[in-house]
């Protein structure tokens, strides 16, 4: 008799060894079976490195030599009372013999992926106990070897958690067992930042939010056997949508939706961004476990997708590309029928490539850097006022700053210097550009062409400007023309460039970036006009009253809006 129970001793999982020992001994009130189960299990731990008790925990497997797992259909099954909990909510789990009964088992709630013990146990019936594997009260076992046809239990969730599922190791007698007997998958209605690096990667702007914040932006990813869990949270009456993308750039990238329609509908999209335009709704939609919400302006989604990540578009295979991807979070509105539209915002984009399945938080950024933002000022600062001042000293104020400064007169210093400031402002734009971008970025359309083309031009000009002939010379006049000339396609070409960059990041939904652009350059159009015709009244000698009057005049309303208009523009890049 006691030899049986020797066998059980051994046969259990090593956990609960010294538990069950001590209930034998209880139970059969026998010194003799405490002392050789205690050295039996003595021995059993001993011969274990430390930590064991904790593996064994976590593996759910009995320990016993003579145990034969087995495979096939397995004859028991976990039904719960409900698949979806909050925080505190408690969920009858019951294991089931379907045909053999069972004498022996092993419950706890695992989460997807980390496959973490959690959450705690309440016993419903006495043919069953708690135990403490891991964290407290987060098994339950049996208490005698009787053949049970199913056990209940219920568990309590705690806070914080993401998808999960209850998982047995049922033991029909002591030499057969099955491990991994699995409940169905149990969503999670609350989606929490708590867990982000233990039991999930996350990806939230800003940085370490909350996704109950009103300002949020949140997404999160499980890699399991079966797929992908997926989280996403933020503020949006639209879509919320997350991509997986083999570099930052949008195009050929895997992409789920969580969209709005008009009727307040919340569907859950499977798509593939092949460029830059509305996303190719996939046919095949494996989204499963849905939760969503929309609730206070934010917008909620959490899913399953039985579905590889692939980056190369095939309706039949979907075959897993790479490991690591980028991910990018966009929002946007959608249509009635819960049709995405461009993102109103720059989409975020993790900074480096990250594994789906790991257990981190990535950094991210905004799909228009602070790198090319501030690109974007220096160019906006050197073209449309040290540029465009510096132009005008040189046009229209020979005749009235021609006081000397330093050996030469004031206009012509001011023109050389802010000539010079303008090509360094544009040499350092332009590196910071190509540092950020890394190479040609044809996505971009025309703005780095023509960005090329006018540092090029720009670079040249006070080179050329150094070597001119002597002004007495016959030459002279190439200089003048040429300077004027390749001044005057610097300039246009210049502006036609920060116009398409204001395309390329201007994230407004109204775009007003480009139009106060249009303008800051109607202004300065409508200051050479005025000055033009100064000029044409003053070489006819039509008045001859105070005309550097005008020109100072003339200069200092141009300088006040020119530089409101930088300043409005510039809050309005900073603020992109
Ligand atoms: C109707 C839908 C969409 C349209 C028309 C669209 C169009 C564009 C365009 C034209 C750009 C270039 C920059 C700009 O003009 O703002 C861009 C950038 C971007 N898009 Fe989209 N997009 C759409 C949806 C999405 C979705 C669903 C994602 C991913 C979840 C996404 C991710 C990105 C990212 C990360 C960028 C910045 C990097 C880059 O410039 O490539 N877009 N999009
Ligand atoms: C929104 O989606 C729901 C669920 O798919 C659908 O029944 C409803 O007709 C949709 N509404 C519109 C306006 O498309």
């Known amino acids: 008799m006691w030899n049986r ?20 001994q209880a139970e059969m009130g026998i010194p003799l079976v405490f002392a050789v189960c205690l050295i039996t299990c003595f021995v059993a731990v001993l011969s274990y490195p430390s930590g064991l008790v904790t593996d064994s925990c976590f593996t759910m497997l009995p320990s016993h030599r003579n145990n034969v797992q087995q495979s096939g259909t397995v004859p028991f099954n976990i039904t719960v009372s ?32 980390s496959n973490r013990i959690v959450g705690t146990f309440t016993l419903t019936n006495s043919r069953s106990r708690i135990l403490s594997c891991n964290t407290t009260d987060s098994t339950v076992s ?35 067992f099955w491990y991994g007997v699995d409940s169905e998958i149990i969503t999670s209605l609350q989606i929490s930042s708590e ?53 930052n750039q949008m195009g050929n990238d895997d992409v789920y939706i969580c969209a709005q329609n008009s009727s307040g509908s919340i569907l859950i999209q499977h798509a593939f961004n092949t460029g830059k335009t509305q996303p190719t709704i996939l046919a095949k939609n494996t989204a499963a476990n849905i939760m969503t919400r929309y609730v206070n302006g934010i917008l909620q989604c959490s899913f399953t997708a039985q579905s590889n990540i692939s980056t190369t578009y095939s309706a039949l295979t979907r075959a897993s590309t790479n490991p690591t991807y980028y991910i990018f979070l966009a929002t946007g509105a959608s249509d009635t029928n819960g049709q995405i539209q461009k993102h109103t915002k720059s989409p975020l984009i993790s900074d480096s490539k990250v594994d789906l399945s790991s257990f981190t938080i990535a950094s991210s950024h905004s799909g228009a850097s602070s790198v090319i933002l501030g690109h974007g000022a220096l160019m906006l600062i050197a073209w449309m006022t040290t540029g465009s001042i510096g132009m005008l000293m040189a046009r229209y104020m020979k005749n009235v700053a021609e006081k000397p400064l330093l050996g030469k007169a004031i206009w012509y210093q001011a023109h050389v210097f802010l000539m010079i400031l303008t090509v360094i402002l544009t040499i350092i734009a332009f590196i910071m550009a190509f540092a950020k971008v890394a190479g040609w970025s044809y996505t971009s359309g025309a ?21 001119r002939p002597d002004p007495k010379s016959k030459r002279r006049f190439i200089f003048n023309w040429g300077h004027l000339l390749n001044a005057i396609v610097i300039k246009i070409l210049a502006v036609a460039t920060i116009f398409l960059g204001f395309k390329l990041i201007d994230s407004t939904t109204t775009l007003w970036l480009s139009k106060v652009m249009g303008g800051f350059f109607a202004w300065e159009i409508l200051f050479y006009i005025l000055f033009e015709v100064n000029k ?3 070489l006819k000698n039509i008045y001859e009253t105070d005309e550097k009057k005008t020109e100072r005049l003339l200069l200092g309303a141009f300088v006040c809006g020119n530089l409101a208009f930088l300043i409005a523009l510039l809050v309005g890049i900073g603020s992109s």
Request: hydrophobic share 40%.
């Open 195 to 247: 867990t982000c690096g233990i039991d999930k990667f996350c990806l939230t702007n800003p940085a370490n939010c909350n996704p109950t914040d009103t300002s949020c932006f949140f997404m999160s990813s499980v890699g399991y056997s079966g797929g992908y869990a997926f989280e996403m949270s933020g503020p949006s009456t639209g879509y919320l949508a997350t991509g997986f993308s083999d570099d």
């Open 82 to 113: 409900r698949n979806t909990f909050y925080p505190g909510d408690v969920i009858t789990v019951t294991i089931n013999a379907v045909g053999s009964e069972f004498k022996g088992f092993l419950l706890q709630a695992r989460t997807l992926g």
């Open 142 to 176: 049996h208490i005698n070897n009787y053949l049970k046809a199913s056990i209940t239990a219920n568990w309590t969730a705690p806070t914080g958690l993401g998808p999960i599922r209850f998982r047995a190791t049922v033991l029909k007698d002591y030499y057969t």
């Open 536 to 538: 044409h009244l003053k």
């Open 447 to 467: 703005h780095p062409v023509l960005g090329c083309i006018v540092m090029i031009l720009s670079f040249f000009q006070p080179i050329f400007a150094l070597f």
């Open 5 to 24: 129970h020797g066998r059980l001793c051994k046969g259990v999982a090593r956990s609960y060894m010294i538990v069950l020992c001590c209930e034998i």
